[in-house]
Structures are given as C-alpha cells and as structure tokens.
C-alpha cells in the first residue's frame, strides 16, 4: 500500500504506509513524512506506523523523538504515530510519560491503530463540540 490521504471527521491525513522509508533522522521526517504531507496541502494530519521509526525516535535519550515532533509543531502539522509500544515501553518511564503527556495535546498522539485515530478525531469533530 502506497501513502493515502484520507479524510476522517472532515480532517484531511496522510496515513503513511508501513513499509515506506525509514525514519532515522530529522531530515528523514522532512524529505519523507512533512514533504509528501505538503503535495497535499490540505493534509493537517500525518499518521505513521511505529515500524517506520528507527529504534533511536523511542529512546528519549537520542532526541531524535523532541526534535522530530518540534518538526511537526513548526509546520502545523499533527503527527500520529500508529502502533503497538509495548516493546519500547518496557525500557523505563519517560517514554511512558511522553505517550501519555503527548495525547492529551493537540499535536502529536500516540495511538494503537487507525480505528483509535478515526475515533480520537470524532471527538473533536465540530457536531461532537455540542
């Protein structure tokens, strides 16, 4: 499957397919996900697997995640990686912390699959806002 814009709730994403390029560095994530979210200029959202992230994007450590994510802010873009955690999870809690600090924002969300993002966005659809 190649990348595809899809729009759920009325908002625009691109949902980048599991076995595009690799996401080793900050300029990956410029040339490969903010790039081809910019062909589209109407995508205000970017969902990637968690296959596409080189290991280092989970260890804090690396910065490679906060710089990623700036990345993302300064664009106006939303960026949501898609995906199982767990095993990146078990190496201590500032990922934890991240995940959990990060979802209650508006830029960046860590999600299970595409079925937990299409019902994130539902709540914030403007007929959710009552």
Known sequence: ???????????????CDAEG?????????????????????D?????????????????????????IMQKFVTYRLRLVIVGD??????SGTALRDLVREANRGPHVWFLPDLAALTARLAL????ARG
């Open 85 to 90: 955690l767990s095993p990146h999870l078990r």
């Open 124 to 127: 914030e659809a403007p007929h």
């Open 21 to 41: 390029a690799r996401i080793a560095t900050e300029q990956d994530a410029l040339d490969h996900l903010i790039g081809s979210a910019f062909q589209n200029p």
């Open 1 to 15: 499957m190649a990348d595809v814009v899809v729009e759920q709730h009325g908002v625009p994403v691109l949902v």
């Open 43 to 67: 995508v205000v959202a970017v969902a990637v697997p968690t296959a596409r992230f080189d290991d280092r994007f989970f260890d804090l450590s690396t910065g490679l995640a906060g710089a």
